[in-house]
């Protein structure tokens, strides 16, 4: 794929990841697909020569998307579904785009100061003292939990 595919395929893309944020309640929450559906419908064995964007796309819509929980319906009620939102959305595809492996300070320099500056924001929100420090956690369950202790304990004076 040249630069000028790309550039196409990527506003093809977005235009679609707008239309499916706006409309995801029309899809059922829950896949209907059955065990080995999808892996029918996959070639046994790894293609020679790479496909064109187009039919890749088509087979995302029709083998992928079936077997798709959509955690970002309005009417997902499972686990925990505070996981995208345009911003983040938009924040992956500039990260994704840069290639950054974003584990330490050495690796990543801006993404490791900009988490720590958020988790000072967050401190200050929430009221911790000065000398607080914290880290994203690994998991939604993880975090969950810890936000619910967190305001528990902010407001009962726990």
Known sequence: MDHDEFRKYAHKVVDWMADYLETVEKYPVKSQVKPKDIIKKLPLNAPIKGENFEKIFADFEEIILPGITHWQSPN???????????????????????????????????????????????????????????????TASTSTTCSLLTAREQITNY
């Open 76 to 138: 997902f009620f499972a686990y925990f579904p505070a996981n995208s939102s345009h911003p983040s959305i938009l924040a992956e595809m500039l990260m994704t785009t840069l290639g950054a492996q974003c584990m330490s300070w050495v690796t990543s320099p801006a993404a490791t100061e900009l988490e720590e500056r958020v988790m000072e924001w967050l401190r200050d929100m929430i009221g911790l003292p000065k000398d607080f420090s914290g880290v994203i956690q690994d």
